[in-house]
Structure formats: structure tokens, C-alpha cells
């Protein structure tokens, strides 16, 4: 039967060659694996990034700020019913509780039997309502306990007992569908998967990108069983992944941590609408509206052309049923330019109105050779919208030819010419060979990842 290759698989086997990039590299000339770093680094996370978005904004009403005058002094996981919202407390070996709406303590429904049972490490809790299982991580002996919700009480028969033998030593974070449950490990930068019914590991269904992402240090996971978003302690930041294909959901990502002063986030929990992300030195639950996204669609790719330059863009993530989309607006500027106040910058609006997918606009009558500075924005039935990073761009001068990354001859370095370049990695095609080394190899990666996106 003849091998079928699929651009998901494309991308998967590629992304396998990238996350060992991500840690070590080749020298062409010695073969010695030599750490990645610096300038080398952030040109692999260029193509991942560069469909990253904003979420969320903060709903700082909705914050949770008594943790430290209950004396729950070292929270790590959280979970809600939709009305109490529960902390683990790791120095204390007990879990929290809080009404929801108002953010007072709600003790009667602390768990104070986790120290008995032995769980004296509590990290992740998840619920399915009748059952609290939370992850404890010891020295040793790394597990999922579990708890009656009505009583406390202790159900060992419902414990994952899997951790210790999978690998999985550093449990954070943990969540299910009522089938699978997915644990956080701190070190890994992985999130183990496990069935909850045969008792044993669903290596299918764990989460491998986070190293290859940035995501090193997970603690808080929760999903809405299409994505799941991941806390990084380190990074101030959620990221997310699909949970179909366990890939990235980049537009998804909850940027906005560090400047909300969320900066060490632990545990994550949502109903859909807010999320709530515990910080642990802090000692408090930031909220965030998880449906108000910010409306800046982020540029994917700017394009030279001869006296042009030609933007790409996704539609952005929206208040579904609130917000409509009537179109977009275009703005440029001399890279140059001295004064680079509002008035001074060249203003196209509506340049669209409709569509879905990937978007494009040519922005013509530039000077080529000269560098421009370019924002995109959406409008809405709300009003215009914030203006997006800005990305830059050089129109090329009349007969000036195309990028040698343009493998299908676009005029742009897009996914296009990627699945191309993967297709002959490790070949000695000349046309891919960019460096003229004799083999496609990650040198000449570095060169395309350079000239992506132009």
C-alpha cells in the first residue's frame, strides 16, 4: 500500500524536527549538538508566532482576593462548580472554598481530609461533580487521589494510580472530558493523558508542543473540549492547543497576564465566559472575559510587490453574537518618517468588508526600495477597533526579482513554500538548498524562517 502523505502529517513530522531544533542543532561543519540560543532561538518561534493574538480582556470585578486572609497562603489548582469556587492549598493539605459570585469563604465546603489520605501535596483539582480528584506531587509515589464531593470522604477506587510509571513526576494541572484526563507535568513541558475508565496511559491524546511552543513550564490546564489552555508559571502567559489534532491555537493564547500583574499563574478554571487564574505569590484569583477578545487581527504576512506591499490576516476572535465585523481598516507610514503621530500616517479604510479564512490587501503606489510600517485593524458594528503590532515591509523596485524562498513563485514566503521545504529537507534539491551547502539542512531552515512572512 503506497505511503499518503497528508499536509497534517506534514506538519507533524516537521514539527518533530523543530522541537529538537528547539534544544539542540547540528554545526554543519563539526556535527556536534550545540545548544540553541538568542537570535537562533526566536527564528524558530517565528513561524508559530506570527498568528498570535490577544485574549483576554480582565473582568477585574469578578477577581477572587481573599486567599490570604483565609490563610490559604500557597494555592496551586483550582476548580468551580459554577458556584464555589475551590483552591488547593499545597503548604496547608486542604482545599479551599469560595462563593463564586461574591468571592467570600464558603469553609463548610472546605476538604480538609487530603493530609489523612496521605495527599500531601495537592497541585491540579478537577471535578466531574461527583467525584474531586486532585494530583498530588511528593519525592515520590506521583498520583491522583480522589474524594467524594458530597462528603469528602476518601474513594480510592477512582484514584490514577498511572503517574509515578508513566513519567509523569511532576504533576500540576489537571483536567478531563469524563473519559480522558490530562495532567500538567511542571518539567516535562508535556501533558500526560490517561483513561479514566481502563486505568491506563492514552499516549495518543497527550500534548507534546509545549516544549516546542515555549510553554516549559505548565501549572493550570482547563479546556472547553475543543481547546485547552495551558498556564506557564515562567512566561506570565495561557498558552492554548487544539484538542483535535493537540496542535497550537496560538489566536487563543491569554497574553495579558503580566500587565494585569498576574505574573506567577498556577492554577486556571472557566465557565465559558470568565477565567480565573490563581497567583501564587499574590494569593489571588484574576479574572479575565474569556469571550471579549481584543478585536486586532493580527498581520500574518506582508508581501513586496513592485510598489506594493501586500498584508495577509485571519479574522479575528469576536464576542460571538455581539460583535459583527463590517470591515477593515489599512494604515501606513515611512518606516523612516520622523513624525509618526496619528495624523501623519496614510489612512485606507474599508479595504474590506467581508470574508472568512486567511484575507489579503495590496496596498499600492509605494516607493520601492523604501521600508513602510503597517497596522490593520477591524471595524465593527461597535466601532473601530484597536490597531494591530505593527509589521513592516519593502516594496521591491521595478525589475527587482522575487525572494529565493518563494519555492511556487507567489511573490510571498508563506505555509505554502513551507510544506515545500519540508517536503525536500534533507534532499540536495538545489532550488531548496539556500545556503548552496550541497543538502537541505537546518541552515537553510534558518534562512527560511528569516525571509517568512515577506
Avoid at 243 to 256: C, E, K
Avoid at 342 to 349: G, I, K, M, P
Avoid at 398 to 409: E, L, P, V, W, Y
Amino acid at each position: 500500500m503506497p505511503f499518503v502523505r497528508s499536509r497534517k502529517l506534514e506538519i507533524g513530522l516537521f514539527a518533530s524536527v523543530l522541537a529538537v531544533m528547539s534544544t539542540s542543532v547540528i554545526h554543519p561543519e563539526t556535527g556536534n549538538d550545540l545548544p540553541v540560543g538568542g537570535q537562533e532561538d526566536a527564528k524558530l518561534r517565528s513561524i508559530q508566532e506570527i498568528f498570535g493574538g490577544e485574549c483576554c480582556a480582565r473582568d477585574a470585578g469578578k477577581d477572587i482576593d481573599g486567599l490570604a486572609a483565609a490563610g490559604n497562603n500557597d494555592p496551586e489548582g483550582i476548580w468551580s462548580d459554577g458556584t464555589t469556587m475551590w483552591v488547593a492549598d499545597k503548604a496547608d493539605q486542604k482545599l479551599y472554598a469560595y462563593d463564586l459570585a461574591s468571592g467570600a469563604r464558603a469553609a463548610d465546603k472546605d476538604f480538609d481530609t487530603l493530609a489523612a489520605a496521605g495527599n500531601r501535596n495537592p497541585e491540579g483539582i478537577w471535578s466531574d461533580g461527583a467525584t474531586m480528584w486532585v494530583a498530588d506531587d511528593p519525592w515520590f509515589g506521583e498520583k491522583v487521589y480522589a474524594y467524594d464531593m458530597s462528603t469528602g470522604a476518601r474513594n480510592a477506587d477512582k484514584d490514577i494510580n498511572l503517574l509515578e510509571r508513566n513519567g509523569n513526576d511532576n504533576p500540576e494541572g489537571i483536567w478531563s472530558n469524563d473519559t480522558t484526563m490530562w495532567v500538567a507535568d511542571y518539567t516535562d513541558a508535556r501533558l500526560y493523558a490517561y483513561d479514566m475508565e481502563l486505568e491506563v496511559a492514552d499516549l495518543g491524546k497527550d500534548v507534546s508542543a509545549l516544549g516546542f511552543a515555549g510553554n516549559n513550564h505548565p501549572q493550570g490546564i482547563w479546556s472547553d473540549g475543543k481547546t485547552m489552555w495551558v498556564a506557564d508559571y515562567a512566561d506570565a502567559k495561557i498558552y492554548a492547543y487544539n484538542l483535535t489534532h493537540y496542535g497550537r491555537s496560538p489566536f487563543l493564547d491569554v497574553n495579558s497576564l503580566n500587565a494585569a500583574g498576574n505574573s506567577h499563574p498556577v492554577g486556571i478554571w472557566s465557565n465559558g465566559t470568565t477565567m480565573w487564574v490563581a497567583d501564587d505569590v499574590d494569593k489571588k484569583l484574576y479574572a479575565y472575559n474569556l469571550t471579549l477578545r481584543t478585536d486586532a487581527p493580527a498581520i500574518l504576512s506582508v508581501t513586496a510587490g513592485t510598489g506594493s506591499l501586500t498584508l495577509s490576516w485571519r479574522v479575528p476572535p469576536i464576542e460571538t453574537g455581539t460583535v459583527v465585523i463590517t470591515g477593515y481598516d489599512v494604515r501606513y507610514i515611512r518606516s523612516d518618517a520622523p513624525d509618526k503621530a496619528e495624523a501623519s500616517w496614510t489612512v485606507l479604510r474599508y479595504v474590506r468588508t467581508t470574508g472568512s479564512g486567511t484575507l489579503y490587501y495590496e496596498v499600492t503606489g509605494l516607493s520601492g526600495g523604501a521600508g513602510y510600517d503597517l497596522q490593520l485593524r477591524a471595524v465593527t458594528n461597535r466601532g473601530p477597533g484597536s490597531w494591530s503590532a505593527v509589521r513592516n515591509g519593502t516594496p521591491l523596485v521595478q525589475g527587482q526579482s522575487q525572494a529565493s524562498t518563494d519555492f511556487n513563485g507567489d511573490g510571498r514566503t508563506d505555509f505554502v513554500d513551507f510544506f515545500l521545504f519540508a517536503d525536500a529537507y534533507g534532499s540536495t534539491n538545489p532550488k531548496f538548498d539556500l545556503d548552496g551547502s550541497g543538502i537541505v539542512d537546518f541552515a537553510d531552515f534558518f534562512k527560511f524562517v528569516d525571509a517568512f512572512g515577506t
